[in-house]
């Protein structure tokens, strides 16, 4: 699986930005729906953290507590796509922006931990000015 993260950019505080995660290369008779997607986010100098979650078949979700009532995580099978609407962008949410998926479900520990997930997308930069 292939994942291609865009939607990254420079948006003012208050601002909303949304990401998109599209997959590609999901194995004959699978589709995204089968693959547990999560985004997370490393700012300069710091470690990579967990932003949201969304499981595979049920999509219930998981969502950090700096981001809960800002994010919203959403999938769209059809297009092999995951949504990240991020609204109410603080500065402190300026970072690099990845997505990443694991075929079959995650437990909410498991939803916010990088190595709980094989594959990668490459990095969007958001930035939020004050």
């Known amino acids: 699986v292939q994942l291609q993260a865009s939607g990254g950019g420079l948006v003012q505080a208050g601002g909303s930005l949304i990401l998109s995660c599209e997959a590609s290369?999901?194995?004959?008779?699978?589709?995204?729906?089968?693959?547990?997607v999560g985004w997370f986010r490393q700012a300069p100098g710091k470690e990579r953290e967990g932003v949201t979650c969304i499981r595979s078949s049920l999509d219930t979700t998981w969502h950090a507590d700096s981001v809960k009532g800002r994010f919203t995580i959403v999938r769209d099978n059809a297009k092999n796509t995951v949504y990240l609407q991020m609204n109410k962008l603080k500065p402190e949410d300026t970072a690099v922006y990845f997505c990443?998926?694991?075929?079959?479900?995650?437990?909410?520990?498991?939803?916010?931990?990088?190595?709980?997930?094989?594959?990668w997308g490459q990095g969007t930069l958001v930035t939020v000015s004050s």
């Open positions: 290369g999901i194995s004959w008779g699978a589709s995204l729906e089968v693959y547990s």
């Open positions: 990443a998926a694991r075929r079959g479900s995650l437990s909410t520990e498991l939803c916010s931990r990088p190595v709980a997930f094989d594959h």
